[in-house]
């Protein structure tokens, strides 16, 4: 049977019998890949430990009929323990890799798998607020994915902004004339701060205070909503346990 190697970032895993797993992976090169790692349950497992869910590994498969082979794993980012020994990171990683299992196939999107690590290994390191991390990757996830918004010139138009207007039915913002009536209108800090995420522009994301970031976030979960026929369980999850604390 043919045998490939690849370096994957693991999305979920699932038991299969009594010592092997299922283990679904986001590959640089071959797309999204659903595999069996056999005997990893057990505790003499030498790479039970390199296929847990957010770790990113060089993997040697096979190809089987229906599933692929795990063969050998070496750990490239060991970023799942260092995400699970933080709630927020914890919660927000499981929403990108949900985001990431369902913007993704088969066919190789080098650009969607380097966006999902880089955003893991920044939730490792901690080097921004897990919500703004999560709200940034979703931006930039949906717009590779062929969604992307404007938080600047007029969505529907193009009429040149800035505009106050955000409808995400419409992808983003919208000027007075394209504006649906009762469609509310955002304040600036919080578009610049939409606006932020998307470009990557840090240094304006940090600097937003907690009143602009929530305000942020709910229309990041709309519109990530919106554009999957199905929601995220793992963002309806978040947003619940935002509403508790608040």
Not at 7 to 14: A, D, F, G, P, S
């Amino acid at each position: 049977m043919p045998v490939y190697r690849d370096e994957v970032v693991v999305l979920r895993t699932h038991k299969l019998g009594e010592a092997d797993r299922i283990v679904t992976m986001l590959s640089r090169q071959h797309g999204k890949v659903r595999a069996v790692a056999k005997g990893v349950r057990r505790t003499a497992s030498k790479f039970g430990s390199r296929l847990e869910p957010f770790m990113v590994a060089d993997v040697q498969l096979y190809e089987g009929r229906s599933l692929d082979v795990v063969t050998q794993a070496e750990t490239i980012g060991a970023y799942g323990t260092l995400i699970a020994d933080d709630y927020a990171s914890y919660t927000a990683a499981n929403a990108m890799v949900e985001a990431a299992d369902r913007l993704t196939d088969a066919e190789a999107s080098l650009q969607q798998y380097l966006l999902l690590v880089g955003a893991l290994r920044s939730l490792s390191r901690r080097e921004h607020g897990p919500q703004l991390t999560l709200d940034s990757y979703l931006l930039r996830a949906l717009s590779l994915a062929g969604w992307a918004p404007s938080f600047l010139d007029c969505s529907r138009c193009g009429a040149v902004g800035p505009h106050d207007h955000v409808v995400v039915q419409l992808g983003g913002v919208v000027c007075d004339d394209c504006a649906p009536q009762g469609a509310p209108r955002i304040d600036p800090a919080t578009i610049a701060l939409l606006g932020a995420l998307l470009t990557g522009d840090w240094a304006m994301a940090d600097a937003s205070d907690d009143s602009t970031r929530s305000k942020a976030n709910g229309l990041v979960a709309a519109y990530t909503q919106w554009h999957l026929e199905r929601g995220l369980r793992s963002l309806q999850h978040i947003q619940h346990d935002q509403k508790a604390s608040g």
